[in-house]
């Protein structure tokens, strides 16, 4: 046996399933948001930096994350408001909740110069969006499709409609307003006057009474 072998056969073998130390983790991504309210550019965020702002190795995050790209997905999903609770009352009051949820996105990252870099940031780099896509975007957007196919079995939409794109005829409106139009008021109330409005023409109208 070599020196090497006889070496490696004297550590230890790593323990699997430790549980990741959330106060070390929140650290980092801390740091991370940090190093953006000073202005430092996402190209410029090298683990080395993070480390040291983080004031942890750069062994530590390597535990965590394969690089600053999937830890900068973390870093943006902390940065999102919680997930939305669904009151269950009805589909309306759901479609509230979720479309609340989106306005709140939008005020925080209006007021916060940090969150308007974080996500300003983040579509520069087609594995980040993509990763931000998958694991916030898509899980949102089923949620929404789940709660209008709900509502047209329990007769609260017409059933003859395509709930896909109802889905994006709810969030359109605020989602514009949100991100397009940086001017829009994003008042409170302005969920349930989108979901008011849009369930008027979208309900089943009753059968006339003989």
């Given amino acids: 046996m070599s020196l090497a072998d006889d070496r490696t056969a004297a550590e230890p073998s790593p323990v699997r399933g430790r549980p990741r130390s959330e106060a070390v983790e929140r650290a980092i991504v801390e740091g991370v948001m940090k190093l953006l ?4 550019p996402l190209a410029e965020l090298s683990i080395e930096r993070i ?3 983080a004031g942890v190795g750069k062994a530590t995050i390597y ?3 394969s690089g600053k790209e999937e830890l900068f997905v973390d870093v943006v999903c902390a940065a999102e408001p919680p ?10 009051d759901d479609l509230v909740a979720l479309l609340e949820q989106l306005r709140q996105r939008g005020v925080l990252t ?5 969150l308007h870099n974080v996500f300003a940031q983040m579509k520069t780099s087609p594995k980040i969006w993509a990763a931000y896509h998958t694991n916030v975007i898509e899980p949102r957007r089923r949620l929404g499709v789940e709660i ?9 939409l017409r059933a003859d409609l395509d709930v896909t794109l109802v889905n994006d ?10 991100t397009l ?3 829009a008021d994003l008042t409170e109330g302005l969920s349930e006057q989108i979901v008011d409005t849009l369930l008027e023409g979208l309900r089943p109208v009753s059968s006339p009474s003989a």
């Fill in 110 to 114: 209006r007021t916060s110069a940090v």
């Fill in 83 to 92: 997930g939305p609770v669904l009151p269950g009352t009805s589909m309306r």
């Fill in 63 to 65: 535990r965590r994350w």
């Fill in 37 to 40: 309210e000073d202005g430092v």
């Fill in 51 to 53: 480390a040291r702002t």
């Fill in 148 to 156: 209008l196919r709900r509502g047209q079995a329990n007769g609260e």
């Fill in 169 to 178: 005829m709810f969030v359109g409106p605020m989602l514009l307003r949100t």
């Fill in 181 to 183: 139009r940086r001017d």
